[in-house]
């Protein structure tokens, strides 16, 4: 049930277009090593293309459920594995077998490995294709920052507080998300401007276990450390939402507000 969850935040996380995911300890680090490393070992599964996760990732207990993962589906994850049917421009992920002299063996999912023309070190990295008729494809390294579609998530581990990592403001807004939060319906307006002119945004959720607010005040914190403190599901009918479900449904709510060209928001009255 653990690595399904996981797979759910995986899911949310690509439909959204999310580039990078932060796992943090909401207690003392060194107690929860293990849980972090088994949130972060799922979380790289996924991402990873199906075509590279024998190579990269050997047996370990982490990875016993995997097979209740979902498929991403995001364009980085592509099917076709034949070199016959590579096009010239397409993005592949790929992973340096080997390298001598003569160049770079590549794994890029196809029937077998292709050849790059220079000395790589080994590991992931994300290449183009050329080709031109039916010549050998050769490959080129790619920068996947300039890539135009989404090229999937990176997984970070904090080694510090929650707390200590909001306060570097190293992003242009940070939201704090809170069942004790102001409804997200009352500040729709002024979000979607804000959201709309920034480039990097975070958004933290609490534990499965608790809040933001309990989190934070162990650090003596409060929740005045970050721009926005919201609920983004005001008016829910459960006592509680768990973690993955608010991550769905907040990211859902800003991929709205950053996208729309007009949001009109009727207010619940109730």
């Not at 992920?93 to 003569?102: A, C, Q, R």
């Not at 005040?217 to 409060?222: H, N, P, V």
């Amino acid at each position: 049930m653990r690595t399904y969850k996981i797979g759910q935040v995986a899911r949310a996380c690509a439909i959204y277009c999310v580039n990078q995911i932060f796992v943090y300890a909401d207690r003392d680090h060194s107690e929860q090593r293990r849980e972090i490393e088994f949130i972060s070992q799922i979380l790289r599964y996924e991402e990873t293309p199906q075509y590279l996760r024998k190579r990269m990732f050997p047996l370990s207990p982490i990875l016993k459920y995997a097979g209740t993962l979902p498929p991403l589906n995001t364009p980085h994850h592509p099917t076709n594995n034949l070199v016959s049917t590579l096009r010239d421009g397409e993005f592949r992920e790929g992973l340096v077998l080997s390298t001598d002299m003569n160049g770079s063996l590549v794994e890029i999912g196809m029937e077998r490995p292709l050849t790059y023309s220079g000395r790589l070190p080994k590991g992931r990295m994300t290449f183009q294709v050329k080709k031109r008729g039916d010549e050998e494809p050769r490959l080129e390294l790619a920068d996947p920052s300039v890539i135009p579609e989404y090229w999937g998530y990176k997984v970070f581990e904090l080694s510090q507080p929650l707390g200590q990592f909001i306060k570097k403001k190293t992003y242009d807004v940070c939201i704090l998300t809170s069942r004790l939060g102001s409804p997200i319906n009352s500040l729709v307006g002024e979000l979607k401007e804000r959201l709309q002119r920034s480039r990097k945004i975070l958004t933290a959720f609490g534990s499965p276990k608790e809040g933001l607010r309990e989190i934070l005040a162990r650090e003596g914190l409060d929740q005045s450390i970050a721009d926005y403190n919201l609920n983004t599901i005001p008016g829910q009918g459960t006592m509680s939402v768990r973690t993955e479900e608010a991550i769905q449904a907040t990211l859902a709510i800003m991929n709205m507000l950053i996208k729309s060209t007009d949001v009109r928001f009727i207010r619940d009255t109730r």
